[in-house]
């Protein structure tokens, strides 16, 4: 007694040597024993989990600790319980250190008589969290074992039972998947003919039953929700591989409407029934005529599985399910009123509107009833419920795959209609607006199109609110800009709106360019769709002079359209609006005085990037949709920069020669010089034209530079042809684009005559009394240049091929003199000299990113085996660019000529790169790429697909080891 009242005194203080040494004593008299246990237990009881993992190795190292955790008796059990205390679950270290004893249980529990079992079962259930894998599944089997004879312990066993399958369940699922599957018909029997039902083995039926649904169809997971990409690709590798016998299926449905209770474990269950066994559905299909509403109402998650794989189906429907789904689709009103109904939980809406959708696609001869029935449903809905994201979800999803149901007095119609009343107070009354109503807001703006006639008299309000009170928010603007497009306005209503809009204090936060890109962007959608409505109304000079301002003069998309407007301007008044665009500034809040002001507010550096990047895409004829590609507001618009150096010239405003230096130091020759490799030829004839204007205004004046300028420019003349008397002007012949590019370096170097080209350019220029427009210029001596400079000069010459290579025309040009063979070699010789290599890797993108290219490249000049013998001397930093190079050759290549000249051969080349990737384990990007091209190789035709199953296992352990990232 003295003893244990020191040792709990002392009990933080107590060294692990302490308690051995105690140990030692109860092995002298047996008689003393239980009072020795009794001290040990005490101190034992008394230590923290601050015990260090040192400490505790020490204490299981003694011969009378492993003997207690293996002895039976109360009072052996009490004290194992605090000795298992000092252990982790989760610790493998823990777990390897008290292996021997887990076994020990395990075999006790498997080699021994049934009838022996009782004495042992608490002291194994006490081990389980610490078990091993293969000890879990031989405790579970001799569980089931003992339930499926009928033994008198099974009530003492189902302790034992529940206990190993919660530690199951606890491990990761693809290691567990198999096993309860494989043993998942005795615990399905188990479940259903227990007296006592048990949630954990319900659970367990669960848990397997999740492994054989298809990934991303969870009835307690809502769409979407699930974002861990580690959990995902899981879930993908056990998935594929479910299966489950037909008996087992039968058995287990019968056995969960026969209690008629419906847990969230049933209701999994049933669901993964319903999409992998077709006997499931055919008796839930019977269940289904004999009581539809009760199932409705308390397993709408399997209604609507079996709604879904009924529709999925590509054979004609089974009687039986048809005579089920019709029972359901009686209830076609109900699932819309749950779906508008503000009151329902969201997530019984979105599953009542997959039952909508799975009965539209079953029964389409009663469409006409069902588009009668939901309409009558959202015509008695209030408002917010209608502008809940699940219906408005819903109404999309209808809209995209059955357009047809877009008729008059539709639910279009009806939705649009209460919807718009409802946003009007919120624009109106709210000073914010709720994070779920700007999400609503894109999805309504969706739906406008598919509303036959949208009411003016409702959409009005809106428009006026949304302009007075929400003119500086991106969401309420787009939807503005939408429903302008969708709605007809009168002509005074719509100059109205305008005025509002250019008058607004907030329209100069946009002038001044101090709000978000998407805000201004959404704003001038909305200016353009009110100028076009009535264009012969709304086109007003003082109206345009106000959109001026607002212009940036870039590619981006809300430049475009605010050109397209001045052109609409143009074509409506029959006047030309360069005297408004004369007043036109870079520079935000400023007005020009003159076009000459104009032009010389541009940005030097901006222009220069224009130049080496202009869209050749680029049409004059801007309402044309594709027009909106490649949007970059990085960029000057060539058009308007065109377009303002011809009025420019033409106003005459430029009085001496600094004037004309100032002009061109902002690098607009070399814009317009660039426009004349442009694909469309408008473009080129309007870059003729106004190079023409220049040339002839430098005639009559006299600057430095002038006679340089003039020289140049003849030079770019002399593959001009004149035009043909009495003939049409026909577009001049678009020039390789090395060719333009080499006439716009040599013009921005003569104002900057300090750049190192200069006098490269004007020396090549001057020592050929021709040019070949088909040739690349300095190609040679910029790559091999032998001064102590070269390293400047190869730089910018390995720039200049890839700023030259836009098309096939350039890839022609760029074969004849070998640029991908001299550009290789530098690529080799250079293993110090990263952005180097980082640099030619852009120009080999270039040239990947042309069909014809890459023919060319992998067949003539072994692109891939190349790529093959450098994969071990890549860099750090070089893996993306060289990942993206491969995509291109999957994406643009022609796979049936590669195929028929290296007879598959190109496909093993590739495989062989990317193993070589993914083993040096990059960015996420770079798997995204590699993922890319995978699925490409994969997709292609089977007869040369190398065996991917190696690479996509590295694939999805890498994915699964970035993630927690």
Same mark, same amino acid.
């Given at each position: 007694?003295?003893?244990?009242?020191?040792?709990?005194?002392? *009990?933080?203080?107590?060294?692990?040597?302490?308690?051995?040494?105690?140990?030692?004593?109860?092995?002298?008299?047996?008689?003393?024993?239980?009072?020795?246990?009794?001290?040990?237990?005490?101190?034992?009881?008394?230590?923290?989990?601050? +015990?260090?993992?040192?400490?505790?190795?020490?204490?299981?190292?003694?011969?009378?600790?492993?003997?207690?955790?293996?002895?039976?008796?109360?009072?052996?059990?009490?004290?194992?319980?605090?000795?298992?205390?000092?252990?982790?679950?989760?610790?493998?270290? =823990?777990?390897?250190?008290?292996?021997?004893?887990?076994?020990?249980?395990?075999?006790?529990?498997?080699?021994?008589?049934?009838?022996?079992?009782?004495?042992?079962?608490?002291?194994?259930?006490?081990?389980?969290?610490?078990?091993?894998?293969?000890? $879990?599944?031989?405790?579970?089997?001799?569980?089931?074992?003992?339930?499926?004879?009928?033994?008198?312990?099974?009530?003492?066993? @189902?302790?034992?039972?529940?206990?190993?399958?919660?530690?199951?369940?606890? $491990?990761?699922?693809?290691?567990?998947?198999?096993?309860?599957?494989? !043993? @998942?018909?005795?615990?399905?029997?188990?479940?259903?003919?227990?007296?006592?039902?048990?949630?954990?083995?319900?659970?367990?039926?669960?848990?397997?039953?999740?492994?054989?649904?298809?990934?991303?169809? =969870?009835?307690?997971?809502?769409?979407?929700?699930?974002?861990?990409?580690?959990?995902?690709?899981?879930? *993908?590798?056990?998935?594929?591989?479910?299966?489950?016998?037909?008996?087992?299926?039968?058995?287990?449905?019968?056995?969960?409407?026969?209690?008629?209770? #419906?847990?969230?474990?049933?209701?999994?269950?049933?669901?993964?029934?319903?999409?992998?066994?077709?006997?499931?559905?055919?008796?839930?299909?019977?269940?289904?005529?004999?009581?539809?509403?009760?199932?409705?109402?308390?397993?709408?998650?399997?209604?609507?599985?079996? $709604?879904?794989?009924?529709?999925?189906?590509?054979?004609?429907?089974?009687?039986?399910?048809?005579?089920?789904?019709?029972?359901?689709?009686?209830?076609?009103?109900?699932?819309?009123?749950?779906?508008?109904?503000?009151?329902?939980?969201?997530?019984?809406?979105?599953?009542?509107?997959?039952?909508?959708?799975?009965?539209?696609?079953?029964?389409?001869?009663?469409?006409?009833?069902?588009?009668?029935?939901?309409?009558?449903?959202?015509?008695?809905?209030?408002?917010?419920?209608?502008?809940?994201?699940?219906?408005?979800?819903?109404?999309?999803?209808?809209?995209?795959?059955?357009?047809?149901?877009?008729?008059?007095?539709?639910?279009?119609?009806?939705?649009?209609?209460?919807?718009?009343?409802?946003?009007?107070?919120?624009?109106?009354?709210?000073?914010?607006?709720? %994070?779920?109503?700007?999400?609503?807001?894109?999805?309504?703006?969706?739906?406008?199109?598919?509303?036959?006639?949208?009411?003016?008299?409702?959409?009005?309000?809106?428009?006026?609110?949304?302009?007075?009170?929400?003119?500086?928010?991106?969401?309420?603007?787009?939807?503005?800009?939408?429903?302008?497009?969708?709605? /007809?306005?009168?002509?005074?209503?719509?100059?109205?709106?305008?005025?509002?809009?250019?008058?607004?204090?907030?329209?100069?936060?946009?002038?001044?360019?101090? /709000?978000?890109?998407?805000?201004?962007?959404?704003?001038?959608?909305?200016?353009?769709?009110?100028?076009?409505?009535?264009?012969?109304?709304?086109?007003?000079?003082?109206?345009?002079?106000?959109?001026?301002?607002?212009?940036?003069? /870039?590619?981006?998309?809300?430049?475009?359209? @605010?050109?397209?407007?001045?052109?609409?301007?143009?074509?409506? !008044?029959?006047?030309?609006?360069?005297?408004?665009?004369? !007043?036109?500034?870079?520079?935000?809040?400023?007005?020009?005085?003159?076009?000459?002001?104009?032009?010389?507010?541009?940005?030097?550096?901006?222009?220069?990037?224009?130049?080496?990047?202009?869209?050749?895409?680029?049409?004059?004829?801007?309402?044309?949709?594709?027009?909106?590609?490649?949007?970059?507001?990085?960029?000057?618009?060539?058009?308007?920069?065109? $377009?303002?150096?011809?009025?420019?010239?033409?106003?005459?405003?430029?009085?001496?020669?600094?004037? #004309?230096?100032?002009?061109?130091?902002?690098?607009?020759?070399?814009?317009?010089?660039?426009?004349?490799?442009?694909?469309?030829?408008?473009?080129?004839?309007?870059?003729?034209?106004?190079?023409?204007?220049?040339?002839?205004?430098?005639?009559?004046?006299?600057?430095?530079?002038?006679?340089?300028?003039?020289?140049?420019?003849?030079?770019?003349?002399?593959?001009?042809?004149?035009?043909?008397?009495?003939?049409?002007?026909?577009?001049? %012949?678009?020039?390789?684009?090395?060719?333009?590019?080499?006439?716009?370096?040599?013009?921005?170097?003569?104002?900057?005559?300090?750049?190192?080209?200069?006098?490269? *350019?004007?020396?090549?220029?001057?020592?050929?009394?021709?040019?070949?427009?088909?040739?690349?210029?300095?190609?040679?001596? @910029?790559?091999?240049?032998?001064?102590?400079?070269?390293?400047?000069?190869?730089?910018?010459?390995?720039?200049?091929?890839? =700023?030259?290579?836009?098309?096939?025309?350039?890839?022609?040009?760029?074969?004849?003199?070998?640029?991908?063979?001299?550009?290789?070699?530098?690529?080799?010789?250079?293993?110090?000299?990263?952005?180097?290599?980082?640099?030619?890797?852009?120009?080999?993108?270039?040239?990947?990113?042309?069909?014809?290219? +890459?023919?060319?490249?992998?067949?003539?000049?072994?692109?891939?085996?190349?790529?093959?013998?450098?994969?071990?001397?890549?860099?750090?930093?070089?893996?993306?660019?060289?990942?993206?190079?491969?995509?291109?050759?999957?994406?643009?290549?022609?796979?049936?000529?590669?195929?028929?000249?290296?007879?598959?051969?190109?496909?093993?080349?590739?495989?062989?790169?990317?193993?070589?990737?993914?083993?040096?384990?990059?960015?996420?990007?770079?798997?995204?790429?590699?993922?890319?091209?995978?699925?490409?190789?994969?997709? /292609?035709?089977?007869?040369?697909?190398?065996?991917?199953?190696?690479?996509?296992?590295?694939?999805?352990?890498?994915?699964?080891?970035?993630? %927690?990232?």
């Amino acid at each position: 007694e003295r003893s244990a009242a020191a040792a709990k005194q002392n *009990a933080n203080l107590i060294s692990l040597r302490a308690q051995a040494e105690i140990a030692g004593h109860i092995s002298l008299a047996e008689s003393s024993a239980p009072h020795a246990l009794r001290i040990l237990n005490i101190a034992l009881g008394e230590l923290s989990r601050e +015990v260090t993992s040192p400490a505790v190795h020490l204490l299981f190292a003694t011969e009378f600790v492993r003997e207690v955790c293996s002895s039976q008796g109360e009072l052996y059990l009490d004290l194992t319980a605090n000795i298992k205390g000092l252990l982790s679950e989760s610790s493998a270290e =823990d777990k390897d250190l008290v292996r021997g004893i887990c076994a020990y249980w395990s075999s006790i529990i498997s080699g021994a008589p049934a009838q022996t079992h009782s004495p042992a079962i608490p002291h194994v259930i006490q081990w389980v969290p610490f078990m091993s894998t293969d000890h $879990l599944l031989s405790c579970l089997d001799i569980s089931l074992t003992s339930f499926d004879k009928g033994s008198q312990e099974t009530s003492e066993m @189902m302790p034992l039972l529940e206990s190993v399958l919660y530690a199951l369940m606890k $491990l990761p699922p693809n290691s567990v998947y198999e096993a309860l599957g494989a !043993r @998942m018909k005795a615990l399905v029997l188990l479940s259903v003919q227990a007296s006592r039902p048990s949630a954990l083995i319900s659970e367990a039926v669960r848990f397997v039953m999740e492994s054989i649904l298809p990934v991303g169809v =969870d009835p307690t997971v809502s769409a979407g929700e699930e974002t861990d990409a580690e959990k995902i690709a899981s879930k *993908a590798l056990s998935h594929w591989r479910g299966s489950l016998p037909e008996d087992v299926t039968l058995d287990l449905l019968e056995g969960i409407m026969g209690k008629g209770e #419906w847990s969230q474990s049933s209701t999994v269950t049933a669901t993964a029934l319903m999409y992998r066994s077709s006997g499931a559905r055919l008796k839930f299909a019977e269940w289904l005529a004999s009581d539809c509403e009760c199932l409705i109402k308390e397993a709408l998650p399997v209604v609507s599985a079996f $709604l879904d794989a009924a529709s999925a189906a590509d054979e004609a429907l089974h009687p039986s399910l048809e005579t089920g789904a019709k029972s359901v689709a009686t209830h076609f009103s109900s699932f819309a009123k749950d779906v508008f109904n503000a009151a329902t939980l969201g997530r019984r809406r979105a599953l009542a509107s997959n039952c909508m959708v799975s009965l539209i696609r079953l029964f389409p001869d009663q469409a006409k009833d069902f588009r009668r029935a939901l309409t009558v449903v959202i015509e008695s809905a209030t408002p917010a419920a209608v502008l809940e994201h699940e219906g408005l979800v819903f109404l999309e999803r209808l809209a995209t795959e059955y357009p047809r149901w877009a008729v008059s007095e539709g639910p279009f119609d009806a939705a649009v209609e209460l919807a718009l009343k409802w946003v009007v107070r919120r624009f109106a009354e709210d000073k914010t607006d709720k %994070p779920a109503l700007l999400k609503s807001l894109g999805i309504l703006g969706g739906l406008l199109p598919h509303a036959t006639e949208i009411k003016p008299y409702l959409a009005e309000p809106v428009l006026t609110a949304a302009v007075q009170n929400r003119l500086d928010r991106a969401e309420p603007m787009q939807f503005a800009s939408q429903l302008a497009r969708n709605v /007809t306005l009168k002509p005074p209503n719509t100059n109205r709106l305008i005025q509002s809009i250019v008058q607004h204090p907030q329209f100069q936060l946009h002038v001044r360019q101090t /709000t978000l890109p998407a805000t201004r962007e959404a704003l001038v959608a909305l200016l353009e769709a009110l100028f076009k409505a009535h264009p012969n109304v709304t086109c007003q000079p003082n109206s345009i002079a106000a959109l001026v301002s607002l212009y940036t003069g /870039t590619q981006s998309l809300a430049d475009r359209r @605010m050109l397209s407007v001045f052109q609409l301007f143009e074509r409506h !008044r029959r006047v030309s609006a360069s005297s408004l665009l004369s !007043r036109w500034s870079a520079k935000a809040g400023s007005i020009s005085s003159s076009a000459f002001e104009a032009v010389t507010s541009l940005d030097p550096t901006k222009m220069e990037r224009t130049f080496l990047k202009f869209p050749q895409s680029r049409s004059i004829a801007v309402d044309q949709v594709r027009e909106y590609r490649d949007c970059d507001e990085e960029l000057y618009d060539p058009v308007f920069v065109m $377009l303002l150096l011809a009025a420019c010239v033409n106003e005459g405003s430029i009085k001496n020669g600094i004037s #004309w230096v100032e002009l061109f130091r902002t690098n607009v020759l070399s814009v317009v010089v660039a426009g004349v490799s442009s694909r469309e030829g408008d473009i080129r004839r309007m870059a003729v034209s106004v190079l023409g204007l220049a040339w002839r205004a430098l005639q009559n004046v006299t600057f430095h530079e002038r006679d340089q300028t003039i020289f140049v420019l003849n030079r770019l003349r002399h593959f001009i042809p004149p035009p043909e008397p009495g003939k049409p002007q026909a577009s001049p %012949p678009r020039l390789p684009t090395c060719t333009s590019l080499l006439f716009a370096h040599t013009l921005h170097c003569i104002f900057y005559p300090a750049t190192f080209v200069y006098p490269v *350019a004007m020396r090549f220029l001057l020592q050929r009394p021709t040019f070949n427009p088909n040739d690349v210029p300095l190609i040679f001596e @910029m790559l091999f240049k032998g001064s102590e400079d070269w390293k400047q000069h190869r730089t910018w010459m390995v720039a200049y091929l890839r =700023d030259s290579m836009r098309g096939s025309r350039d890839w022609a040009v760029l074969r004849k003199r070998h640029a991908w063979d001299l550009l290789a070699a530098i690529f080799q010789e250079s293993p110090h000299d990263p952005a180097l290599r980082l640099a030619i890797l852009e120009v080999f993108l270039r040239f990947t990113a042309n069909p014809d290219a +890459v023919i060319s490249l992998v067949l003539r000049s072994s692109l891939l085996n190349w790529m093959e013998n450098q994969a071990s001397n890549i860099l750090d930093g070089e893996d993306l660019a060289w990942a993206m190079i491969i995509e291109n050759v999957l994406t643009m290549s022609d796979h049936e000529k590669l195929d028929a000249n290296t007879a598959g051969g190109w496909r093993t080349s590739v495989s062989h790169n990317l193993e070589a990737l993914m083993n040096r384990k990059g960015s996420i990007k770079l798997l995204a790429v590699i993922s890319r091209c995978l699925l490409r190789l994969a997709s /292609t035709q089977p007869t040369y697909t190398p065996d991917l199953s190696h690479d996509l296992e590295a694939a999805v352990a890498w994915l699964q080891s970035v993630e %927690p990232e």
